[in-house]
Each structure stands twice: as structure tokens, then as C-alpha cells.
């Protein structure tokens, strides 16, 4: 028998806030944006307060897969067969195994342990060695030399980078992006095909990309729907994973629900402190979920066949109440056989009038025996609502989140939220969007103005519009903001996807077409 053992460490948010908080405090901070800390208890608060909606510009048709943290203190040959078989039986699922020699490849090469390693590969299963970072704090030789090692006795096809932060500087002043970026082009550079962080807690989302995928979860129960949409939707869902322990039993339709949003996902009965030593006694049940997923798209059109993006939202519910909302066009996933509602609803000035099956109900019932796609058209062709966005920088060119905006029409608020902040807009509406200083930042210029110092700018959005506001810091330390979870926009390489919340309740998962100027189509000078 060959030991291998891990002190597993679940990551819970209050020990996430201390940690941050006790990385701050070590030092003072020359530079720093955001650290996002929110209790599970406000967490569901806001659930409730604000509705998730998405779009599926961002979603991977990949099917979902399942990760498997084979942490067990002795090395079990009966486990990685009943993994092989699992595969075997589900050769559409993707697999991922985490293998964790000693914390890492341990001290000398094992031949039972590599021929495992061999067997699972040659079954098709994806296996990563575990390497932890030390919340950032570990060397980077040290990794790096645990990759290598893991490459040349194990071969292994990735690393699974434990302890990954979901804050920004480590205790040395260390910018944490760059040190997750370049492990993983080390990574790579020896021929590993993927990298996977795990934070087990949610990440700032500029950290998307510094390693191929983030764990984003891992605790004690399973995930809120709304807890994995949130800003995650304004990118691809391979970028994203979940573990979840101490669950009696799996839900097909959470399992079909929650894969919309994440490419691999693993529950187990296993409890604290160590819940991943054997396989939980549904694994193949987990796994045939995820086989017997159908993918149900909703596409939206004109009467002549023209499609439209961002039309309307539509509503998808599981036999057992589960619901998930999100703009056309969409792909739900759904357990193959059952039966769902689809409700549409109109948006931006688009009128549903029928589906593409002549019904001309708002709401139908599906039964998904394969994949499967509506048509919803629309009986009107103009859109009359936009996105405008605003984000804010540092004069020192470092992005700055969590500033306070806000955007009024005739006198009277008409949104407002945290930067990165969207919000829907009446097209040839004026409104007057201002950001307001925080602590140590202050309000400096904006980007799209001539105007120096002006501390508001007027748009009257025809299009949707992408505001930059610069801020300049008055001392050496800057602030640490605390805000919500939904505030959140990016830019990726086909366009700008937003996803914020507005006074009228509701948060918008809006795609901007690549061919769409982010501009200002009017600016006016305002005091």
C-alpha cells in the first residue's frame, strides 16, 4: 500500500475573511481594488432581493463533467477500478481525478501509484496532480518543482493548484493575478493541458483566466443556483467548478440545473474534516445524471426569421420547482424524459406572439427526450432599451471596483450600485451618471469626457455604452471595499457581458455584439 495522504481543508467564508483580512493588515497596500467577503446568510438575502437572469453567449456546449479529489489515506486499486468502470459506462461525461501523493508527487517514485496514474488515462480519464499554493504564500520554485517532478514520474496531464486565494496580495505585497498566471504557463509549458485553482470560495473576476478553471465552491452543502450564476455568467462556463461534501444524496434535477453553470462538479458524503477518502455510495448514480443530460435551447426570432439576441426572458422549471431564468438565446439542461415549463416573458420592447410549435401560450410543457430547440417569435422588431456600463481605474492604471454609482433621470434615481455597474436603460432617455468617492479614492475624470474635472457625465444611450471613470488615491493605502456579489462586468474577446443590478430588481445578463461601438452617443457637459 502506498500512503496518500491529505489534511483536507474546506474552505468556509468567515475563514476566507480572516485570512484576507490578516494579509492586509501584515503589510500596507501601495495597491489594491477589492476583496470580496460575503456570509452565506447575505448571500441568500440577496438571492431572494434580486432575481439571476443569463444569457447564453457565455455558455459552453461541453458537456458537464465530474472532478474527483482522490485524497484517500491508502492507495485503493478497487477505487480507481469502480472510477474506470463509472467512465467506461458514461463515455459521453468528461472525468477529471485529482491524485495527492503526500500533498504533492511525494519523496520518491511509486510504480503502483504511476500504473494507477496510467490506467485512468488510458480509460480516457483526465488526471491532475495536486500541488498546494499556500494562500499565495508558497514559493514559486517550490511549485514549479513539484510540476516538474509530477510530469517526469507520473506523467500527469495537469496540476491542481490547492489553496488558491480570492484576494488580491499575498503578505508580501505580491500581486496574487500574476503568480496564479504564471504558474500555469509553467504549466503548460511542459506539456500539461489544463490547470485547475481551487479556492473553494468565490474569486475576484479578474482572476478568471490565470488558471484554465476555478473552483469557486466547496463546503458543507450544496451551492445556490443564484451563488453560481451571479457575475460568473458573463464568461464561458468551463471556467468554473464546484465540490460539495456531506450530501446524502444527489438531486438530478440541482445536478442538471447547477451544469448549466459550471463544467465539472463532484458530491460526496465524505465529512469534514476528511471527506474525500472513498468514493460516496451514489458515484454512479452522480455520474449517470450527468449521461442522461439534455440540452433544451430557446432561440428567439422575428416573423421573418431574423434572430434576436437578448429578446426575452424565458423560465425554465425542473419537476421539482427548481427554476432557472435567462435572456434568448438560451440552453437549459434538463434530465432527459422529465417533463419541464417554459415560460417567456417579453423584454426590450420585444412581444412574444408564438412559439415554433403554433402554440401561442406563454407557457408550455416539454418533454426532452433528446436535445431539443424552441423557436419564441417576436411580433414586434425594434429594441428599445440599452445597456450602459460604467467602470472605474486608478490614475495608476490598476482597476477599481466597488465604488458607489449612480444614475438619475429627470432629477429622480433611476439606478445604482457598485462599480463595475450596468444597468438596463430607456433608449434616447437622458440620464446622469456620477461616481462617488470612497475612503481614500476620489473622484478624478472621466475617459469619454473633454471635460477636466467634470464630475458628472450626461448620456442618451441609442446603444449600449461603456463608461470609464478614473480615481485618484490620497494616500499610500487604499481601501479595502466590501460590496456586492453582483456588480460585475468584463470585457472578453467577443464583446462587452454585463451582469448588475438595477432599483427595479432586476440584474441583466446583457450581450453586446462585437460589431456594436461601445460608445457614448451624446455627452453633455454637467456640473
Known sequence: MVSIFFECEPRKLGQIALKSAEGILKKNLTRIS???????????????????FRTSSAQSDLNTGIIIPMFSVNYSQAQVNEVIQAKVANPTVPFIVVVNHGNGPGSSYDSQYAA????????????????????????????????????????????????????????????????????????????MTKVLGNSGADVPYYFVGTVDQIGIFENAFTPPLQYL?????????????????????????????????????YLTNGEHPYPYGDLPPYFN?????????????????????????????????????LSDTMFTPSTFNVYRGSTVTVTVQDHAGFVFDHWSDGSTDRTIEVTPAKAMTLVAYSKTTVRTTAVVAVQTTATDGIPVTGLWTTAKSNGSVAASGYTPFAFEANRSTSYTISVSSYQNYSFAYWKNSTQPGQKSINVTPTQNVLLDAYVK?????????????YSKSSVTEWGLVISAPSLIGLLIAERIEPNDALQVDKLEKSS
Open 285 to 321: 448514480e452522480l455520474v449517470s445524471d450527468l449521461a442522461h443530460l439534455a440540452p433544451l435551447t430557446i432561440k428567439s426570432e422575428s416573423f421573418n426569421g431574423s434572430a434576436i439576441n437578448s429578446g426575452f426572458l424565458v423560465t425554465v422549471t425542473q419537476p421539482d420547482g
Open 229 to 265: 450564476a451571479g457575475w460568473h455568467l458573463s464568461y464561458n462556463k468551463t471556467n468554473f467548478w464546484f465540490v460539495s461534501y456531506n450530501v446524502s444524496s444527489p438531486n438530478p434535477y440541482f445536478v442538471a440545473s447547477a451544469s448549466d453553470y459550471v463544467n465539472y462538479l
Open 116 to 191: 494507477g496514474i496510467k490506467t485512468m488515462q488510458t480509460a480516457g480519464i483526465i488526471v491532475l496532480g495536486y500541488d498546494p499554493t499556500g494562500w499565495g504564500e508558497r514559493n514559486v520554485s517550490s511549485i514549479e518543482k513539484d510540476m516538474l517532478t509530477f510530469h517526469n514520474w507520473y506523467h500527469v496531464d495537469g496540476i491542481y493548484l490547492d489553496q488558491m486565494v480570492n484576494w488580491e496580495f499575498n503578505s508580501h505585497g505580491m500581486y496574487l493575478a500574476p503568480y496564479y498566471a504564471n504558474l500555469t504557463q509553467y504549466a503548460h509549458s511542459l506539456g
Open 34 to 52: 477589492i476583496v470580496i467577503v460575503i456570509v452565506v446568510a447575505v448571500l441568500l438575502f440577496a438571492f431572494i432581493q434580486f432575481p439571476i
Open 473 to 485: 488615491s490620497n494616500a499610500s493605502t487604499k481601501p479595502t471595499f466590501v460590496t456586492s456579489e
